[in-house]
């Protein structure tokens, strides 16, 4: 039995479309659509509504420190769409409650001697730096 799909792409535009429903694999470069199919719903429990496929050429680059020519292999990208209301969990991102990064307030003194000394403070641990001077705490 022949591998179909070899491994789900995972990048910030993946994430988007499976928000979206839609589900990215690398796949085999001989797999046809109803094969993809069958092998997506075969793994995953879930039924395929569409899929839009791409095949990627062999590119040929250069290595920039040595200037010498490397291949790098095609291969073929299936985007799936699933029927309403299912997902896949492998593309699940997490969106629990999370804190905010709160934004840190800064306090400026100056000194009449050493430049301006610039005071953050977050949540309860200050820092202190003097711009213009050396002193850095």
């Known amino acids: 039995m022949e591998i179909v799909l070899r491994k789900p792409v ?6 988007k479309l499976a928000a979206l429903g839609w589900y990215t694999f690398v796949v085999n470069k001989k797999a046809r659509k109803p094969v ?6 075969e793994s995953f429990g879930v039924n395929v509504a569409e899929i839009k496929t791409t095949t990627f050429k062999p590119e040929t680059k250069m290595q920039r420190s040595k200037r010498h020519p490397y291949q790098v ?28 990064k709160s934004t840190p307030e800064v306090k400026e003194k100056k000194s009449l001697l050493k430049g301006t000394k610039v ?6 641990k200050e820092k202190e730096t003097e ?6 705490v």
Do not use: C, H
């Not at 005071?119 to 309860?124: A, L, M, S, Y």
């Open 10 to 15: 995972v990048t910030e535009k993946s994430m």
């Open 36 to 41: 993809i199919a069958r092998a997506v719903e």
């Open 73 to 100: 292999p095609g291969y073929k990208k299936a985007v799936v769409k699933l029927k309403e209301g299912q997902k896949i969990a492998l593309f699940e991102t997490e969106t629990g409650d999370k804190e905010e």
């Open 119 to 124: 005071k953050i403070e977050r949540g309860g």
């Open 131 to 136: 711009v213009g001077g050396e002193r850095n």
